[in-house]
């Protein structure tokens, strides 16, 4: 999550700046690089596992990646699906960390072994971030179709004796919050440089699978007491993130100040932000320049304005988030 | 003084946006701010950066010296620059 903070001149006087209209350019590029996924994970916000059947070519990728050089975007993050099953991902990141760019990785960690641990830590990530969502194997497997606590822990054993900035994010379910003390704890004694968590998003399968992931109010709230315990207990020596807002919090915040963010998919659509069904452009069909330009528009089109207030009321509709919308931006 | 590894700037219209990536901050300054932030790349010390914007602004240099070292503090608490001279 992206926070602006305003911070003021020399001489104290409140700046421009902080609106997403005002500036060149996005802050941060959200690409998920592909749709095919080694997991089958019961809250998957992409509804990951297939990979898409018009996804980027090499050559769109390519194009892509220099109008992101060109713009002088200072941050991406890759994720997928499981980016590390695309071929192209350690070019793509070779390519972005040539130029400077600041590279985070969202992965299951499932296919990280020693070697691709050290590829990585040559490349200098800003952080590698692996998706640990449980502290046993019963909890983190019944979340995470096909998956394999050990495989992932290992995974982060082999980042952090590499020197990689790794991260565990944890997402809470109903069957799985009670682990949330232990999972800490283990990331602390593994080395792991930040752990990031925060409220369920009711968004693709987990919005299908509602009333079994959801936790309740009363969970939560020891959740959160847990959280600030723990980031008391490593203040100084591993960072605990957590944001205390839900997907709908998040939308009626976003709707008044939108993120200077965008959200690339597989296919090149660029979504509006992850829980809206609407595509703003196509880097098929537009350049970056012209992509940043309808998105500051598509926050202000009457459609995803309406949309956005009738999913505020009626959460139902975050169902709809990946059946994409095209919005027409003259 | 330098930046932090994972700090990177981009000037704008308004002046420059600052983004600590590594905690996921953005900050933005007006002009001034830029050419603070400018002469910081260049490798300039504090001195340095008080003097010629004193002569810039043809201001006061103990007025500039009070605001720069307040500016840059505040770089440096939020984990923008770091080498600064206690």
């Known amino acids: 999550m992206i926070e602006n903070e305003l911070r003021y001149s020399p001489q104290n006087k409140p700046l421009a700046g902080y609106d997403f209209t005002s500036y060149n350019a996005p802050l941060f590029i959200a690409w998920q690089l592909n749709s095919a996924c080694n997991l089958d994970c019961l809250h998957c916000c992409e509804e990951a596992g297939e990979p898409l059947p018009n996804e980027l070519t090499k050559e769109e990728i390519d194009t892509f990646c220099q109008e992101i050089v060109q713009l002088q975007i200072p941050y991406v993050a890759i994720s997928g699906g499981e980016p590390l099953l695309h071929p192209d991902f350690f070019a793509i990141c070779e390519f972005f960390r040539s130029h400077g760019i600041s590279l985070k990785a969202e992965t299951n960690g499932h296919l990280i072994d020693r070697q691709v641990a050290k590829q990585m830590a040559k490349l200098g990530f800003r952080s590698i971030q692996i998706s640990v969502d449980g502290a046993t194997a019963q909890t983190f497997e019944k979340m995470r179709g096909h998956g394999n606590l050990q495989k992932t822990l290992q995974a982060c054993q082999y980042l952090t004796e590499a020197g990689v900035n790794t991260e565990i994010v944890f997402v809470p379910t109903k069957f799985n919050i009670h682990e949330t003390s232990r999972l800490i704890d283990m990331a602390y004694q593994m080395g792991i440089y930040g752990f990031y968590t925060g409220k369920i998003m009711q968004v693709g399968r987990a919005a299908q699978n509602w009333e079994i992931l959801c936790p309740s109010p009363q969970d939560y709230q020891k959740f959160f007491v847990t959280l600030e315990e723990k980031a008391a207990l490593y203040d100084g020596q591993m960072k605990i993130y957590y944001y205390p807002y839900d997907v709908i919090e998040e939308l009626k915040y976003r709707l008044e100040s939108p993120a200077a963010s965008l959200l690339i998919i597989p296919n090149g659509k660029a979504k509006l932000i992850g829980p809206l069904p609407f595509v703003c452009g196509d880097l098929r069909q537009h350049s970056l320049a012209e992509i940043w330009s309808r998105y500051q528009k598509a926050w202000r089109h009457p459609e995803v304005v309406t949309f956005t207030n009738n999913v505020i009321t009626n959460n139902d509709l975050l169902k709809e988030a990946n059946h994409w919308r095209e919005l027409s931006l003259a | ?86």
């Open chain 2, 1 to 86: 003084m330098e930046f932090e590894k994972n700090v990177k700037i981009r000037r704008e219209k308004f002046g420059t946006v600052i983004f600590q990536t590594l905690c996921e901050k953005v900050f933005v300054t007006n002009q001034t701010g830029s050419a603070i932030l400018q002469m910081i790349e260049e490798e300039k010390d504090l001195d340095n950066i008080v003097a010629e914007l004193a002569q810039n602004f043809e201001s006061d240099f103990e007025i500039v010296a009070k605001d720069v070292t307040e500016f840059i503090m505040e770089l440096k608490e939020n984990q923008i620059i770091r080498g600064v001279a206690e």
